[in-house]
């Protein structure tokens, strides 16, 4: 069954907050943005309880909005989880009869909605957690066995948690869920059984032989008998390899064979080796064991914390193609720009804290044409995923304007990286596709643009898509014609100056010092440097004169950006 | 594996049958009941694994209840995949599921009382008085509203429908049923013709819910067909599934004798054509003896739209060596129930016997049960009780009711009505609605404050009051309320004599307390018991009848439609005069009325409910006018064995 949606309020950092999922989903945002606590939701209202004294909630999973908040004093935690038919028709008839007192219709599809509501009841002086189906419009349904339809709903949808923290030492026991579960299906045989457990007695005995103090202390052991009732025969035993197939089985171990040659058991690996382990044994786990152990009809849900901690930008490539291929529906919550990168854009989610409140961002299937599409797929998402991670872009111009920023930035010891802000460009993809989609992911943006007719085009298309933010905080014009002369009329000319000749020096008719002047003074450089390398060179100069160095109009631009970005927070 | 070895050969291959459409025809006494109940334990069986499930309709709460625990106790897994129920409860479940696709929300009320309804019928007058100020009144009105429900006329259908009809004042009645059944949707509460009406047009107005339905249960069985009206046969052809068409039903063209609720004994007809049903017959019946047999198929063998192809019973019963079928006449009823009342009361105390009085009417009953209590013989007519009648219930039930429901004033009055019975202090509906309004309107708890208030409060009703109405109001937990309430009630002296036993409602309400106990067992077991919500068990228990449950040796006084799939060792069916059985509009519409055929199928279904013996009893003067013996008495024919005894 295709979780479509999941609607949860008072759930740890969550007030409220709405999330469409796809059939990946990809949860991106810093840290306490509610990544984790979504997959957290999502497995508490579908994990299976072991005992009725299990609670579904721990009490820290209450929404504690101020610092002497107690969760006995917390509004209910609401989650809601609706799962919908896809199209019509999907569902197999075993599911809807499984479901058949709860299942609901919206036009020709079939859907269930689950809603579980928990909270302290002063008059009990206990928390309540309460399971209810909900009709289309949000009514409970009553005389609807709630129990019997959850325990329904867990064979057809179970969810499979995969925490940041992949421990294969603990995740390759024989009790482990997925380990576990082949160990303990494997069927040798009677025959065969006998047989190994024969030939191991044998080889106790010859190591016992072999080593005599070992029947020492056989010997010392047996005088145990006396004391306490044991077998008169033979009263002790020392196992020195196990004797019975159960045991073996119970230490089955997986070796990894390094480049080096050693043979280590995978627990000895490094942090990166057993991340991919596990996420090969669950892999392994979904595609042959859920129909044996769930029904044919199953589609697990898997939430997937990090899934790229501890691997290496190429191993992600390679794990994030493996995990969209994991039989179920997926709900990744990741850091990585690789991964972000193997994912299609649809599946984003962008989530960001403001005000208190979670705001989720997505991009809306026909904001984007098929070419827009292509072109942020081929210029961001794909090459320069980390992009998506910024609260706020610095949409500039060129590569000189970029180098300045980046450096004046750290001139003033603003760094803009740490900052949350990235500097953008735009010629290529194009001012006006940028601004839409970081209006559509909820990323914060400012415009620079030289003070040309190109530049203010690129401004006012920039304009149109304030969507009601103020202009003075977005747009921010060159005071001249493009950044060289801006940067000689700051007093930085003379590096211009220098890299003309006097003879075309002379023609320049222009009184010194004006704009016209070094409008012109730029139009004579010659190619070489390049314009960066020219720029660099008058970071240079800014350096050596340090913050008051820096020209007004950038660090103004540096301040309001990181306004920007603080806002975003 | 289910045992079919008891079973007949027709009654085998019936339960048999697996896929597409089957009409099973059967007599009284032919095992139809069993047939269903086998097959049904049959296909549990055999698709174990399997999620699907079987529904079977019918007719009676009570018959649903015993071929449900028929069925538990041949199949137990059928207890999660067999579905046994009625019409109207069917009904109630989809509209609580999807209703709100047509405006019902899922915690609806069912108005089982007249007075509720015509509440909603007086306001709906009001409303279209201010188009059309002719309006009729509510007493012209209520029957025909009805009746367009019977009828499942949807609300904008209904001036075309009575302007077709000729009705005078069809638009102004149109519009009264229009806003009424609007009125009952807003107000979220429907009554027993609305149900079924309501669920056709679900049915209408969601085209996915067919696919839905008929995916959850691809078996539909449908028991005592001959007697499904016109709004549940349009039900039924929305839950078959037309490629399948997996629909399994029983039923006895002879034994209609419901036409004037809806029943039409042409229904069967377009049953076969509409669904190409494939026909097995029973005829074996195994109840009645010989002679019965004889004289019920003289009978009916009268009736000539009767088609020819159609078998007269055949009996199976060992013949028994006493004269099975007496005849006996009388000056006067007096005299009839008098010699009925010292019959039984001669037979009574034989152990294997048990006895039935039927007739056409109730006033008839009346005056044979008086002289059974005469007589000291345990009596009872059936009586259609919709309501509990005890202070004690009527609080307890409204209490729930405004539990589901708090700001309905009409259940706070009624609590304010029979607490004052109960506790004798006087607590002012007005008083407390107007207090509750403050918060939400929530009038539960404005009458715990109100009540707790009152001085002289002993304190274990204090207690009661305190702690088990605060349960209530919490968490709607009914299950502890109803047994705190019946404890508490047990101990309530009454406050004018000071002990609960001298209160003069105690052994009815010990009566009403089982009847109480048996419909809520009744429903738990129709929706397993963890799926009964407060809401779910007050719409079950809107659609049952609170008739007790008799003393066990205790002699029915049974109309012959409240026979109807019972049977009884020895049969009195008396008051056999033309003018009463049958009855006089039949007699006066002729001989081959339709009318006359439908009594003629009454007193069929009457005589066939004897298993040993039958009395047969008719008085030359009923209730003071001469009386002619039954046309019926004639028309069973001579029989050797029929003595007929002047007294």
Redesign the interface.
């Known amino acids: 069954m295709f979780l479509e949606k999941i609607e949860i309020s008072n759930f740890r950092g969550i007030r409220e907050l709405s999330l469409n999922l796809n059939s990946t989903t990809v949860l991106i945002g810093e840290n306490n943005t509610g990544k984790t606590s979504i997959l957290e939701a999502i497995k508490a209202c579908l994990k299976p309880l072991h005992s009725r004294s299990e609670r579904e909630f721990s009490d820290y999973d209450y929404h504690l909005p101020e610092k002497s908040s107690q969760p006995t004093d917390s509004k209910a935690i609401e989650i809601t989880l609706h799962f919908f038919e896809r199209e019509e028709n999907e569902w197999p008839a075993e599911t809807t009869q499984r479901l058949s007192k709860v299942v609901q219709l919206d036009g020709q599809r079939q859907c269930i909605i689950l809603r579980v509501r928990s909270e302290y009841r002063h008059s009990g002086n206990n928390f309540a957690t309460e399971w209810h189906f909900l009709n289309t419009d949000g009514n409970t349904l009553p005389g609807s066995d709630t129990s019997r339809a959850r325990n329904e709903i867990r064979q057809l949808a179970p969810v499979f948690y995969l925490s940041a923290l992949r421990d294969a030492a603990q995740e390759f026991r024989s009790n482990s869920r997925f380990w576990g579960s082949f160990v303990r299906s494997m069927d040798i045989g009677p025959e065969l059984k006998q047989d190994l457990e024969t030939a191991l007695a044998e080889l106790n005995l010859k190591v016992l032989d072999a080593y005599e103090s070992l029947g020492q202390i056989k010997n010392e052991l047996g005088k145990t008998g006396k004391m306490i009732p044991l077998d008169s025969n033979e009263p002790v035993d020392i196992d020195v390899i196990p004797s019975r197939t159960f045991d073996i089985l119970s230490r089955t171990q997986v070796i990894l064979t390094s480049v080096a040659g050693a043979r280590l058991p995978i627990g000895r690996h490094g942090d990166g080796t057993q991340s991919l382990a596990v996420i090969c044994l669950f892999n392994a786990f979904l595609q042959s064991k859920v129909e044996e152990r769930y029904t044919k009809h199953t589609k697990p849900i898997l939430a997937l914390e990090e899934p790229e901690a501890h691997l290496h930008p190429s191993a992600i490539r390679s794990a994030s193609d493996l995990l969209q291929n994991l039989n179920g529906q997926k709900i990744l919550a990741t850091h990585s720009g690789d991964l972000v990168a193997s994912v299609p854009l649809l599946s984003l989610r962008r989530l960001s804290r403001k005000a208190g409140n979670i705001a989720v961002h997505q991009v809306d299937a026909d904001a984007l044409t098929g070419d827009e599409r292509r072109k942020i797929d081929h210029h961001i998402r794909l090459t320069r995923g980390n992009l998506l991670f910024a609260r706020c872009w610095l949409l500039l111009e060129g590569e000189t304007e970029v180098v300045l920023f980046k450096e004046c930035a750290r001139i003033l010891e603003r760094d803009l990286g740490h900052r949350g802000i990235a500097c953008v460009e735009y010629t290529t993809i194009g001012i006006e596709l940028l601004v839409k989609f970081a209006n559509q992911l909820g990323i914060e943006w400012m415009a620079v643009a030289d003070g040309d007719s190109q530049g203010t085009k690129y401004i006012q298309s920039a304009e149109q898509q304030l969507e009601g933010r103020s202009a003075d905080l977005h747009l921010c014009p060159l005071p001249h014609q493009d950044i060289e002369t801006f940067l000689c009329m700051a007093g930085y000319g003379a590096v211009y100056e220098s890299n003309i000749s006097d003879q075309k020096k002379e023609k320049i008719g222009d009184e010194w010092g004006t704009p016209g002047y070094w409008k012109q003074v730029v139009n004579a450089q010659s190619k070489r440097p390049s314009k960066p390398a020219k720029a660099l060179s008058i970071i240079e100069e800014i350096e050596n004169t340090g913050k008051a160095g820096v020209p007004c109009f950038v660090s103004d631009v540096i301040e309001k950006a990181l306004q920007l970005a603080g806002q975003s927070q | 594996m289910v045992d079919l070895s008891t079973l007949n050969c027709n009654q085998r291959k019936a339960v048999q049958w697996n896929e597409g459409p089957l009409l099973v025809l059967a007599g009284p006494g032919s095992g139809k009941t069993s047939v269903l109940v086998y097959r049904i334990a049959r296909l549990v069986e055999e698709s174990e694994g399997?999620?699907?499930?079987i529904l079977a309709l019918a007719f009676t709460n009570r018959a649903a209840a015993e071929m449900r625990s028929r069925i538990n106790a041949l199949a137990p897994q059928a207890r999660e995949r067999a579905v046994l129920t009625t019409f109207h409860s069917f009904s109630v479940?989809l509209l609580?599921?999807?209703g709100?696709?047509i405006g019902l929300?899922?915690?609806f009320t069912i108005l089982s009382q007249q007075e509720d309804r015509e509440y909603v019928l007086d306001e709906s007058i009001q409303l279209a008085r201010q188009e059309y100020p002719e309006v009729a009144y509510r007493g012209e009105l209520l029957p025909l509203v009805t009746r367009l429900l019977d009828l499942c006329i949807a609300g904008e259908e209904a001036v075309g429908f009575l302007r077709k009809r000729r009705m005078k004042g069809a638009e102004e009645i149109g519009k009264v049923y229009r806003i009424y059944r609007e009125l009952m949707k807003q107000r979220n509460e429907l009554d027993f013709g609305g149900i079924l009406t309501e669920a056709l047009d679900l049915f209408r107005k969601?085209?996915?819910?067919k696919r839905?339905v008929t995916?959850?249960y691809p078996f539909i069985c449908v028991d005592e067909f001959q007697d499904t009206n016109w709004a549940q046969y349009r039900i039924l052809c929305h839950l078959v599934d037309p490629d399948t068409k997996n629909l399994f039903v029983v039923a006895d063209g002879d034994q209609t004798i419901y036409q004037w609720n809806g029943a039409d004994p042409e229904r069967l007809d377009s049953l076969r054509s509409c669904f190409d049903m494939s026909v097995l017959q029973l005829p074996e019946n195994y109840r009645c003896p010989r002679a019965v047999i004889e004289i019920a198929n003289n009978l009916i063998q009268h009736n000539s739209s009767r088609s020819s192809n159609q078998p007269i019973l055949k009996s199976r019963k060992q013949q028994r060596r006493d004269s099975d079928i007496r005849v006996c006449s009388f000056p006067d009823f007096k005299d009839e129930s008098l010699w009925i009342a010292s019959d039984i009361a001669d037979r009574f105390d034989n152990p294997d016997c048990d006895f039935a009085v039927l007739a056409r009417t109730r006033q008839l009953l009346e005056k044979v049960h008086a002289a059974l209590e005469a007589k000291e013989i345990p009596s009872y007519l059936a009586m259609r009780k919709d309501e509990f009648a005890t202070s004690r219930m009527i609080w307890l039930h409204s209490m729930l009711r405004l539990a589901n429901s708090r700001q309905d004033h009409k259940y706070l009055r009624r609590i304010c009505r029979s607490w004052s019975d109960l506790e004798g202090a006087s607590l002012d509906a007005k008083d407390i609605a107007f207090e509750a309004a403050s918060e939400e309107g929530d009038c539960l708890r404005a009458w715990q404050r109100a009540a707790l208030r009152e001085a002289d409060v002993t304190n274990e009703t204090r207690r009661f009051l305190l702690e088990s109405v605060?349960k209530l109001a919490?968490s709607l937990d009914f299950e502890t309320f109803v047994n705190d309430s019946f404890a508490w009630f047990d101990e309530l002296p009454d406050f004018r004599t000071e002990t609960p036993e001298t209160s003069s409602e105690y052994p009815e309400y010990l009566e009403e307390k089982k009847t109480w106990k048996e419909l809520q067992g009744e429903i738990f077991g129709e929706?397993?018991h963890?799926?009964?919500?407060?809401?779910?068990l007050l719409?079950g228990l809107d659609l049952r009848a609170k008739t007790p449950t008799p003393q066990d040796n205790a002699v029915p006084c049974f109309t012959v439609h409240a026979s109807k799939g019972l049977e009884f060792g020895h049969v009195y069916l008396v008051g056999l005069v033309n003018g009463h059985f049958p009855d006089w509009r039949a007699i006066r519409e002729g001989t081959s009325s339709d009318q006359m055929e439908e009594e003629r199928r009454s007193c069929f279904v009457a005589i066939t409910r004897a298993q040993k013996t039958l009395t047969l009893t008719y008085s030359n003067k009923v209730f003071g006018w001469t009386k002619q013996p039954s046309v019926f008495l004639k028309e069973i024919g001579s029989c050797p064995e029929c003595e007929t005894e002047r007294i």
Do not use: M, W, Y
Not at chain 2, 530 to 536: F, Y
């Open positions: 399997k999620h699907f499930r479940q609580r599921q999807h709100h696709h929300r899922p915690d969601v085209p996915g819910l839905l995916g959850i605060s919490d929706l397993s963890e799926a009964v919500t407060l809401n779910a719409q």
